[in-house]
T-cell receptor, first 115, second 110 residues
Framework: NAGVMQNPRHLVRRRGQEARLRCSPMKGHSHVYWYRQLPEEGLKFMVYLQKENIIDESGMPKERFSAEFPKEGPSILRIQQVVRGDSAAYFC?????????????FGQGTRLTVV | GENVEQHPSTLSVQEGDSAVIKCTYSDSASNYFPWYKQELGKGPQLIIDIRSNVGEKKDQRIAVTLNKTAKHFSLHITETQPEDSAVYFCAATLYSTLTFGKGTMLLVSP
């Protein structure tokens, strides 16, 4: 059973371009969470999705950022018109349910660099 | 919303010593407290967790304690080994999303 798969592992974008980060949850998991990690910082919650639904997007910036988890295929975190401040590691986690005490399994992350 | 403070930010110990990392949280309704280990270039991995109806939990060399009254929980690692060197994060959750501390870099010297 493969773990949470994120791609690409590293992504370089010029200011103003779009970044698209993909996350395939573990088999049987229908709940996906995105977190952002800045250097020397902990992980900050961005968005929680269940298949075809956004459950909680309270941590996601209102502009330029969007997320989806379609019925088929991976979850996508999209950042439009990237700026240098978007440079960070973005981690996806998945769980089999949304229960508060269900273990969340993390992927290896996508390291976004904006030049 | 929830706020989690974690101390210390770095911790250096000799192999075989014990290591203690402490966290406090702000929302008394939080009810699940996992600890994650993150090695360089990798994603966080759950190492132990504790629920709000439990005061202490142990798994081999790792133990976690929870004081709900003080809103304080701690990670204890005994007989540390060089492979324990990593960044450790505490977290708290009220519903489904995790609020993390800023992490502790643990360095275990042989």
């Amino acid at each position: 059973n493969a773990g949470v798969m994120q791609n690409p592992r590293h992504l370089v974008r010029r200011r103003g371009q779009e970044a698209r980060l993909r996350c395939s949850p573990m088999k049987g998991h229908s709940h996906v969470y995105w977190y952002r990690q800045l250097p020397e910082e902990g992980l900050k919650f961005m968005v929680y999705l269940q298949k075809e639904n956004i459950i909680d997007e309270s941590g996601m910036p209102k502009e330029r950022f969007s997320a989806e988890f379609p019925k088929e295929g991976p979850s996508i975190l999209r950042i439009q018109q990237v700026v240098r401040g978007d440079s960070a590691a973005y981690f996806c986690a998945s769980s089999p349910s949304g229960a508060y005490d269900t273990e969340a399994f993390f992927g290896q992350g996508t390291r976004l660099t904006v030049v | 919303g929830e706020n989690v403070e974690q101390h210390p930010s770095t911790l250096s110990v000799q192999e075989g010593d014990s290591a203690v990392i402490k966290c406090t949280y702000s929302d008394s309704a939080s009810n699940y407290f996992p600890w994650y280990k993150q090695e360089l270039g990798k994603g966080p991995q759950l190492i132990i967790d504790i629920r709000s109806n439990v005061g202490e939990k142990k798994d081999q060399r790792i133990a976690v304690t929870l004081n709900k009254t003080a809103k304080h929980f701690s990670l204890h690692i005994t007989e540390t080994q060089p492979e324990d060197s990593a960044v450790y994060f505490c977290a708290a959750t009220l519903y489904s999303t995790l609020t993390f501390g800023k992490g502790t870099m643990l360095l275990v010297s042989p």
